[in-house]
T-cell receptor, first 114, second 112 residues
Framework: KQEVTQIPAALSVPEGENLVLNCSFTDSAIYNLQWFRQDPGKGLTSLLLIQSSQREQTSGRLNASLDKSSGRSTLYIAASQPGDSATYLCAVRPEAGGYNKLIFGAGTRLAVHP | DAGITQSPRHKVTETGTPVTLRCHQTENHRYMYWYRQDPGHGLRLIHYSYGVKDTDKGEVSDGYSVSRSKTEDFLLTLESATSSQTSVYFC???????????FGQGTRLTVV
């Protein structure tokens, strides 16, 4: 059974720091991995999608990497800002089953203080 | 933003009553999902659909049923609401071949 773990569960950093959020998964047989952001009381916003054949994806100050064989992904946020404060979730889409399901980690709650 | 609309956004209902939540999409995506999000449990899949009239169970499907009579609409029904079904419910969509998934804004359901 695929399990997704995110470390750390919470993180508090001063504005301007570069930071790394970690996501690990137990079964390397995945189609892709997706990172989301969730603000309190809101829905999930898609940040980056990495296909299993890719090593990384970039969008602005965000860079996500994928090491499928070791079951790990990282989300790198450069020059963090208070507006980056949110919960970050990673989700994998397993190859097994073929129904396009997403399995989520519990998330990392990020606070960036001025 | 992806065209996903959930209704209602908030609902309070009494134990034992049936409740239906609606998800409407304008993206013509094949796959639609219902998740629930609870503190300490994260996001868990309730049911999903891979086409009109094609649905299947997720990991927490007991007490829930779904229907999809049109590509754009996916309904989640709580047959007889219980307090354990108090949660935030999210609808999601994705296209063929493992494309990016998009989520609605959620429905906060309280069962009293």
């Amino acid at each position: 059974k695929q399990e997704v773990t995110q470390i750390p569960a919470a993180l508090s950093v001063p504005e301007g720091e570069n930071l790394v959020l970690n996501c690990s998964f137990t079964d390397s047989a995945i189609y892709n991995l997706q990172w989301f952001r969730q603000d309190p009381g809101k829905g999930l916003t898609s940040l980056l999608l990495i296909q299993s054949s890719q090593r990384e994806q970039t969008s602005g100050r965000l860079n996500a990497s994928l090491d499928k064989s070791s079951g790990r992904s990282t989300l790198y946020i450069a020059a963090s800002q208070p507006g980056d404060s949110a919960t970050y979730l990673c989700a994998v889409r397993p190859e097994a089953g073929g129904y396009n399901k997403l399995i989520f980690g519990a998330g990392t709650r990020l606070a960036v203080h001025p | 933003d992806a065209g996903i609309t959930q209704s209602p956004r908030h609902k309070v209902t009494e134990t034992g009553t049936p409740v239906t939540l609606r998800c409407h999409q304008t993206e013509n995506h094949r796959y639609m999902y219902w998740y629930r999000q609870d503190p300490g449990h994260g996001l868990r899949l309730i049911h999903y659909s891979y086409g009109v009239k094609d649905t299947d169970k997720g990991e927490v499907s007991d007490g829930y049923s779904v229907s999809r009579s049109k590509t754009e609409d996916f309904l989640l029904t709580l047959e007889s609401a219980t307090s354990s079904q108090t949660s935030v419910y999210f609808c999601a969509i994705s296209g063929q071949g493992g494309t990016e998934a998009f989520f609605g804004q959620g429905t906060r359901l309280t069962v009293v």
